[in-house]
């Protein structure tokens, strides 16, 4: 018997394209909602041509990440038959997605003012780059967002250009705050039967997720800068050379860094005054690092790891993709899930992370293919 889904009795409608609303609508599908993506005809969300890669069937990969257990239907916005059949969908759901710029579903009538009249108990959210005021206007991509948001800034080697993370992560970030907001939404209407709205923008929530570097700023006035490897407030902290190869340190209080110099074969380290203290270590980052590289030539990566990790000292390799999907199967984190489609062909996509020992995430269906216009 299937386990009961925790969202089970949730109908939402996904106007949404590209990345954050998708991965918003995905995750809540993954939970048990059913989930209805509206679409362009003939056309699709825009990812559906963003490739390579493609699958063997010549579908991008990039679609099929963030929208399986979802069902497609094409409507035309842009004609009252469209909207007409919008509405049908909107009238049978608890929730409206969407992540037009400010202003588009207002103009087709598909706005929260229009709809939250007609259906007070509606959770309606919409996703937005930089707000509905005086960056309406600006377009939402996500490496104009890294940009503008500071995290190309602090992201790249202390004397090289800024660089973006190797993945649109303000949209993964924006998607994930959005479900959460959804969630909260409709605990409050559980209680109370009043529908909202739900606001989320990626500018917003980058400068959330800057975290200890956004506190820095707020509380102190401390502007990071791009420090490779490196992190602002903690050392060792960062990928060093050995003797074959390179290896990560990880060590993050006084008591892991004494079983690092231990390990190393330099014990006295620990009780040098520039190094005893995490503090210490981080005025004096520069000559740690020469000691520890000093110390790390001695031997390759891969004994050094071993020895570490015996020590009880994070410490690890650089792997590339391929080798992370490896090492969470070698735990038992099972990271694949298979998802047959109806041409007999297998869609193996990325688990969600979510365990819930009642109601977990089940996998239904494979992303859509484009409904025929």
């Known amino acids: 018997m299937e386990p009961p889904a925790a969202l089970g009795d949730l109908t939402i409608v996904d106007f949404s394209r590209v990345l954050a609303g998708p991965l918003a609508t995905m995750v809540l599908a993954d939970l048990g909602a059913t989930v209805i993506k509206v679409e362009r005809p003939g056309i699709g969300d825009d990812t559906r041509a963003w490739g390579p890669p493609f699958d063997e069937r010549g579908e991008a990969t990039y679609f099929q990440a963030v929208n399986r257990n979802k069902s497609s ?36 009538g598909l706005g929260w003012d229009t709809l939250s009249a007609e259906d007070p108990k509606l959770v309606y959210c919409s996703i937005t780059g930089f707000g509905a005021g005086p960056g309406a206007a600006l377009p939402g991509y996500d490496l104009l967002v890294q940009a503008l ?58 400068l959330a997720a800057l975290v200890n570097q956004g506190s820095a700023y707020t509380l102190a006035g401390a502007v990071g800068q791009r420090m490779g490897n490196a992190h602002p407030s903690i050392a060792p902290y960062e990928l060093l050379p050995t003797g074959n190869g390179d290896l990560v340190l990880a060590v993050g209080n006084d008591r892991q860094f004494a079983a690092l110099c231990e390990t190393l074969g330099a014990p ?31 031997r390759g990566a891969a004994t050094w790891i071993a020895k570490l990790s015996a020590a009880g000292v994070p410490a690890g390799q650089v792997n590339d993709v391929a080798g992370a999907f490896a090492l969470a199967g070698s735990l038992g984190l099972d990271p694949i899930v298979e998802l047959p489609r109806a041409d007999g062909t297998i869609a193996r996509l990325t688990r969600n992370p979510i365990r819930l020992s009642a109601t977990p995430p089940t996998y239904r269906c494979a992303p859509p293919t484009l409904p025929a216009p």
């Not at 202390?158 to 973006?164: L, N, S, V």
């Open 149 to 206: 948001g500071g995290l190309m800034s602090i992201t790249g080697e202390a004397d090289g250009e800024p660089q973006k993370v190797g993945v649109a992560l303000v949209d993964v970030i924006a998607g994930l705050f959005a479900s959460t907001g959804i969630l909260a939404a409709l605990h409050h209407r559980a209680r109370t039967g009043e529908g909202q709205r739900v606001e989320v923008n990626l500018l917003s929530s980058l």
């Open 73 to 108: 239907e094409a409507i035309d916005l842009g004609t009252p038959d469209g909207t007409a059949r919008a509405r049908e969908l909107i009238a049978h759901a608890d929730v409206v997605v969407e992540n037009f710029r400010p202003g588009v579903m207002d103009r087709l």
């Open 268 to 298: 006295e380290l620990a009780h040098d005054a520039r190094f005893a203290t995490n503090g210490a270590r981080v005025a004096h980052r520069d000559a740690l690092r020469t000691e520890l590289t000093t110390l790390l030539a001695a």
